[in-house]
């Protein structure tokens, strides 16, 4: 009798049922690891450096979400600080900063004030100059304008500075008169999206 009731609890066929779903789901994650390891070896020709993850879903999924963009307009040029990298445009540039102060240009320049140095950049993003206490920059700026006279302006917490013609002598003044300081400004809606995808 104990040998029928031992027989009847033992059942092969769910035993083989069960080795061949888990068999079938190793083999699945198998291959899933196998194509990704794949893949990956082969980044550099498949320029993955170059690819983002746009998906809401998925960004939505890992809580990352992109910061507005602190946008300033300077002859006919946007830029834009936004995740640390700042933008000429929809361009990311290959500088950063913690924050943005300003912008101030004409035809040929851009001065762009940021947290530890006024960057002299060209209006396509290529860095001229640096600027900062080191070469000839009485403090950092937290704000850049532009006099009636066409010379720039900076100022800081207690002092303000006007620059010669060549930008390579800052006089520290006590005040100037009709000074159009640069204020941030709503990007239009397109490249602030642009902006934020590349972010």
Do not use: C
């Not at 983002?52 to 946007?78: C, K, M, N, Q």
């Not at 140095?117 to 000839?136: C, F, P, R, V, W």
């Not at 100037?176 to 397109?190: N, R």
């Amino acid at each position: 009798m104990s040998r029928h009731r031992q027989r009847r609890g033992f059942k092969p066929r769910s035993l083989y049922l069960w080795h061949r779903y888990l068999g079938l789901s190793a083999a699945i994650l198998v291959v899933i690891l196998a194509i990704s390891g794949i893949v990956l070896n082969h980044a550099d020709e498949l320029d993955l450096d170059g690819r983002y993850v746009r998906s809401d879903l998925l960004l939505d999924w890992y809580g990352i979400e992109a910061d507005t963009p602190v946008s300033f307009h300077a002859v006919d040029r946007w830029v834009s600080l936004s995740g640390g990298s700042l933008y000429i445009d929809a361009n990311v540039t290959e500088y950063s900063g913690q924050a943005l102060h300003g912008v101030v240009g004409d035809a040929n320049l851009l001065g762009v004030a940021l947290d530890d140095a006024l960057l002299l950049m060209n209006h396509q993003g290529q860095l001229i100059e640096k600027l900062d206490q080191t070469s000839g920059l009485p403090h950092m700026p937290r704000a850049v304008g532009s006099a009636l006279s066409g010379r720039w302006v900076v100022r800081g917490d207690d002092f303000i500075a006007v620059a010669d013609e060549q930008l390579a002598q800052w006089q520290s003044v006590t005040d100037v008169a009709g000074v159009q300081w640069s204020v941030a400004e709503q990007a239009p809606e397109q490249l602030t999206e642009q902006v934020r995808a590349y972010a």
